[in-house]
């Protein structure tokens, strides 16, 4: 620009020249007058040419330029004048003097012209910069302008913008979301119709604390979406001025924190679970150590009336007694043995659950073993009428805790009992080898039991409801420590029933071969 | 044979002398630890029917005491206790002490392991 501007010049000057050198052609001064002109034009334009690169950002090229034509100007001003009186003064002169004068005068009038192009080159110059740094704030400003539109806009945080009396005039695209409505169904509303309805007196507070100190830092307030559902945020404002300074409202950044909420309650739930679970260990410990004292209490009265009721009935002569006396101790003896049972039975179910009972293995002769007690059970079962029937398999050996599995079977043997026909009944014990284990079992052709009450069977305190057979006695403890003692010793049990059809209850111990 | 119950429940102490009386044994019973221990210092019995749960001076003192007195080999100790035998822990359980039966029990049982320490030497 700066070069063209100068080529611009150089050719009105030319022209100028032209027009001069057709009045004062072949005169020798005029040639010495433009190889003047075109060595200053060439000077100058050098000048300029070096100054270029900093030129342009220089900010007191302005004020030079100025300050140089403002001289310029006051100086051909005075040049012009004082020539002019110099001119008329001279008149008289002889008329080669005033052809000096008049070449003179010339010459300063170009170099005043030439000073005050470059001035104006100067001006010119200086305004590049200018528009230029113009430019870059403009586009500055719009930069800055869409970041905080952006910011503002798009943010994952939630935005609001409401007026001094608390009327929402803008929010963000997250706010408008998360509570489920259109930025036209937010904008003009309250902010209270945005708040939980138990909040409504925390964001009043919050609000008169705004207006009251211009900050609002972190408050917990929950919201209340489109949809009613609430939520929990933190709220955070701050003033909003326009550009006069006068408070129009503020902007308030709300954070969602549901998820953080969530978490919380999370932790909070697990400390409730971790305390109330040691409360319950606990209260375990404390149950544990009532049943032992418990049972320990009963068991020692009981002592007392059983030996006594032993001496009664086995030990003294039972002449001084009359047969119904006999009968009522027999009766008191019988029910005593019971309640120790029941007691027993109590603990070793309390000494399966925590793992506390111990097993004393031996090897034994199973077959032996069954036959051992068919033959302890037979009177009994003659006595009630029962065909009795043992069908264990032959030369059956087992390494494992004897007195526990002579517990399991008494008590599969006398629960059928309870249960078969008065007449006509039948149990049936056996062991049979099957896949390195020992399968023992116990049949009847009792009532059987309905099978959603099966799998109940097993657990702890729970009686299969008798009403329509013959009532069964006991505390629902007996297969629960027969099945708690069949898996301590490795083993598992099962039962096969059918209403009406009979009862089979399955167990089996592993043979444990390699112990040999 | 000269027999001494140490219980501090009295209707043991006088079940267990009525019976082993009847049975034409002489027994000897105290509901006192204590003086369990002296009357075992001072007279030899061929079987002692102890307690464990007693009140200041237990069953376990009581053997304890025997032990230190180097007096514990000398007897023919039945621990009688309603505690689950799995929970009876004594210490140096073979001096002294032939039989560990739970309460309740048979008297039967009892007399018949009474008298089987008669045999023991």
């Known amino acids: 620009m700066l070069s063209s501007i100068l080529k611009s010049c150089t050719a009105t000057l030319g022209q100028r020249e032209k027009t001069k050198q057709k009045d004062k052609k072949g005169s020798d001064f005029e040639k010495k007058r433009r190889l003047h002109v075109s060595i200053l034009l060439k000077i100058t334009m050098n000048r300029f040419a070096k100054r270029l690169p900093w030129l342009d950002d220089m900010k007191i090229v302005p004020k030079i330029s100025i300050m140089f034509s403002v001289f310029s100007l006051v100086i051909s001003s005075v040049g012009y004048v004082s020539l002019n009186q110099l001119s008329n003064a001279a008149e008289p002169i002889t008329a080669d003097s005033e052809k000096l004068l008049t070449n003179t005068t010339h010459i300063i009038i170009i170099y005043v012209l030439i000073f005050t192009l470059v001035t104006i080159c100067f001006l010119v110059l200086s305004f590049k910069p200018m528009i230029n740094s113009l430019r870059k704030s403009q586009e500055l400003h719009s930069r800055s302008q869409k970041v905080y539109q952006d910011l503002y806009e798009n943010s994952p945080a939630l935005y609001r913008t409401i007026s001094t009396d ?99 309650k999370k932790i909070e739930r697990q400390a409730i679970l971790e305390l109330q679970f040691t409360e319950l260990k606990k209260m375990e410990k404390l149950k544990d150590e009532f049943t032992s004292m418990i049972t320990h209490e009963l068991k020692t009265p009981l002592f007392p009336i059983l030996g006594y009721c032993e001496m009664l009935i086995k030990h003294v002569s039972s002449n001084n007694l009359t047969s119904e006396q006999q009968k009522m101790i027999k009766e008191i003896y019988k029910n005593s043995n019971k309640m120790h049972r029941r007691i027993r039975d109590l603990l070793t179910a309390q000494k399966l659950e925590m793992g506390r009972m111990k097993f004393d293995k031996i090897k034994f002769d199973v077959t032996e073993f069954m036959i051992e007690i068919y033959r302890e059970y037979l009177p009994l079962m003659q006595e009630k009428q029962v065909d009795f029937v043992n069908s264990s398999e032959e030369k059956l050996i087992l390494i494992s805790d004897k007195h526990r599995i002579r517990q399991i079977i008494d008590n599969l043997v006398l629960n059928s009992t309870d249960f078969i026909p008065v007449k006509q009944g039948r ?64 083993g598992r049990m099962w039962m096969e029933s059918e209403e009406g059809n009979g009862t089979t209850f399955y167990f089996s111990i592993p043979e444990s071969r390699n112990m040999d | 044979m000269k027999i001494l119950v140490v219980d501090d429940n009295n209707s043991v102490t006088e079940l267990l002398s009525q019976f082993f009386k009847l049975k034409g044994h002489d027994c000897i019973a105290t509901n006192d630890g204590k003086d369990g221990l002296s009357l075992c210092f001072n007279t030899k019995f061929d079987a002692i029917i102890l ?22 080999k000398n007897q023919k100790i039945i621990v009688l206790t309603a505690m689950p035998l799995g929970d009876v822990i004594i210490e140096d359980h073979y001096h002294g002490i032939c039989e560990a039966i739970q309460k309740p029990c048979d008297l039967a049982f009892l007399l018949k392991t009474v008298e089987s320490l008669d045999v023991v030497v």
């Open chain 1, 166 to 264: 608390g009327i929402i005039v803008n929010c963000n695209k997250s706010y408008a979301e998360r509570l489920g409505y259109t930025k036209e169904e937010i904008i003009g509303k309250s902010i209270f119709n945005h708040t939980a309805d138990n909040d409504i007196e925390a964001m009043r507070d919050s609000f008169e604390t705004w207006k009251r100190t211009g900050m609002v830092k972190n408050r917990e307030i929950w919201l209340k979406a489109k949809n009613g559902a609430i939520l929990p945020t933190l709220i955070s404002a701050s003033n909003l001025y326009d550009e006069n300074q006068r408070l129009i409202g503020s902007n308030t950044i709300i954070e969602d924190i549901s998820e953080i909420y969530e978490a919380r």
């Open chain 1, 427 to 490: 149990i049936e014990i056996s062991a049979r080898s099957k896949d390195e284990m020992i399968v023992f079992y116990v049949k009847d052709n009792g009532i059987g039991i309905p099978k959603d009450q099966q799998e109940l069977l097993f657990h702890k305190f729970y009686q299969v409801d008798t009403s329509l057979g013959r009532k069964h006695g006991g505390n629902g403890l007996g297969l629960a420590i027969c099945k708690g003692i069949t898996v301590g010793l490795g």
């Open chain 2, 51 to 72: 307690d464990l749960a007693m009140p200041e001076f237990t069953g376990k003192d009581f053997i304890d005491s025997l032990i230190k007195e180097g007096k514990i």
